[in-house]
C-alpha cells in the first residue's frame, strides 16, 4: 500500500483554493486539479446529485460516463450509503462501472451537506490496493469544501451571527433562525440559485431586531451592507441581493419580494403550524390586551387569524409547492369551521389565562 505525503502545503492550498471558491463547482475543480498533479492518479473527479442521479462534474483524467444511477457503481453505492468506500480491487466489486479498463482500485468519498449527500468525489488508480485510512481521512476533509456552503463562511456564521439571536425573544432566538436556515436551503434546492447567498440571508434574516421590532428587516439589510467580513465571500452585487431578501422577508410586506432570494427567506421564516399559530395567538392576545375578558379574547384571535390567514388576509406565500402552502389550507379550513376553531381557542385560553 502506498505511503502518501499528504503535506500541509498541499492542505494549505486545497483550503485557499476552497475559500476562494464562488461556488462549488469551481472548488472541485480546483481540487480535483491538485489532487491529480499532486499523486498522479489515474482519474480524480466529482460526481454531483443533480435531479436524482450522479451528473459527471469537474475532474482531471480521461473521459468518463456522464451518469450514474443511485445505487449503481462504487459511487451510486457510496451515496446510497453515505459512506465513503475503498475498493482495493475493482473486479471484486460487483457492480463496478469501468469508466476505464485501466482502473485497478478506487475511493469513493461522499460530499455531505446537513446529512444529504451533494456529490462524490471519485479517485482511480492504475494500481491494486492504492487507498488506505490515512487517505480516506484526509479526502473526506478535502471532499467537505465542495459543500454547497463554503466551510469558512459556515464558521464565520456559526460563531459571529448565530450567537446575536441569543438576545431576541423566544420566537426569534437560534432555534428559530436555524431551521429558518434549514427550510431556506431545503427551498432553494429546487432553484438554480446561490445556496450561499440562501444560507447567508436566512441566517441574517433578523439580526435587526437588535435595534427595532418594528422596521428589523429594513435594519438587517442595513446591518449585512455594513458587515464589511461577508467581503469575504461574496461581491458587492451578492451583498445587496442577501441585503434586499432579508429587507423583503417580512409577511406584512405590500408587495411580492423581488428576487427568490426574498421568496425563500420570506417563505422559509412563516411557520404555518395550525396548532402553532392558534396557541400564538392566543397567548399575544393575553399578552399584550390583558383587560379584555374571554369573549374580548376569543373576538381579538378570531379578528386576526381573518385578518391575516383567510383568503384575502395579508400573509402571502411566494412558493406555491412548499410545505407552507398545504398548511395555509389546512388552517383555512379550521378558520371556516367556527366551531372547531372555538374550542381549540378555548382549551388554549384555558391553559395560559
Ligand atoms: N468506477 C465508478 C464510475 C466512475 S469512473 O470510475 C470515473 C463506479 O463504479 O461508480
Given at each position: 500500500m502506498s505511503k502518501r505525503d499528504w503535506n500541509q502545503s498541499l492542505l494549505e492550498q486545497v483550503a485557499a483554493y476552497a475559500a476562494a471558491g464562488p461556488d462549488e463547482l469551481s472548488r472541485m475543480a480546483n481540487i480535483s486539479a491538485l489532487l491529480y498533479k499532486e499523486f498522479a492518479w489515474h482519474w480524480v473527479g466529482f460526481y454531483r446529485v443533480v435531479d436524482g442521479e450522479l451528473v459527471l462534474g469537474p475532474f482531471q483524467g480521461p473521459a468518463a460516463c456522464s451518469r450514474i444511477a443511485f445505487g449503481k457503481g462504487v459511487c451510486g453505492t457510496a451515496w446510497k450509503e453515505k459512506k465513503t468506500l475503498i475498493v482495493p480491487d475493482v473486479d471484486a466489486f460487483p457492480g463496478h462501472i469501468a469508466c476505464s479498463a485501466l482502473s485497478r482500485s478506487e475511493i469513493v468519498v461522499p460530499v455531505i451537506d446537513r446529512g444529504s449527500v451533494t456529490a462524490v468525489l471519485d479517485i482511480d488508480s492504475v494500481q491494486k490496493d492504492e487507498f488506505d485510512e490515512r487517505d480516506r481521512e484526509f479526502l473526506e476533509r478535502i471532499a467537505s469544501e465542495a459543500r454547497p456552503v463554503r466551510s469558512s463562511l459556515e464558521r464565520y456564521i456559526t460563531q459571529e451571527i448565530i450567537p446575536r439571536y441569543d438576545h431576541f425573544d423566544q420566537g426569534h432566538d437560534r432555534r428559530h433562525v436555524l431551521r429558518v436556515i434549514d427550510d431556506a436551503l431545503a427551498l432553494s434546492?429546487?432553484?438554480?440559485?446561490n445556496p450561499e447567498i440562501v444560507y447567508c440571508a436566512a441566517a441574517c434574516h433578523d439580526l435587526g431586531l437588535a435595534e427595532d421590532r418594528k422596521t428589523h428587516h429594513l435594519v438587517s439589510g442595513r446591518i449585512i451592507r455594513e458587515d464589511t467580513n461577508l467581503r469575504n465571500w461574496f461581491s458587492a452585487k451578492q451583498i445587496e441581493t442577501i441585503a434586499q431578501a432579508t429587507e423583503d422577508h417580512r409577511a406584512s410586506l405590500d408587495r411580492e419580494p423581488r428576487d427568490i432570494y426574498g421568496k425563500i427567506i420570506a417563505e422559509a421564516d412563516r411557520q404555518i403550524d395550525v396548532q402553532t399559530v392558534v396557541r400564538r395567538t392566543v397567548q399575544f392576545g393575553l399578552d399584550h390586551e390583558p383587560g379584555l375578558d374571554r369573549e374580548g379574547q376569543w373576538q381579538r384571535c378570531h379578528a386576526h387569524l381573518m385578518e391575516k390567514y383567510a383568503e384575502g388576509g395579508y400573509l402571502r406565500l411566494w412558493i406555491p409547492e412548499s410545505p407552507n402552502a398545504a398548511r395555509l389550507e389546512e388552517l383555512r379550513e379550521l378558520i371556516r369551521d367556527s366551531a372547531r376553531l372555538r374550542a381549540l381557542f378555548d382549551r388554549y385560553y384555558d391553559q395560559f389565562a
Open positions: 434546492a429546487r432553484y438554480r440559485i
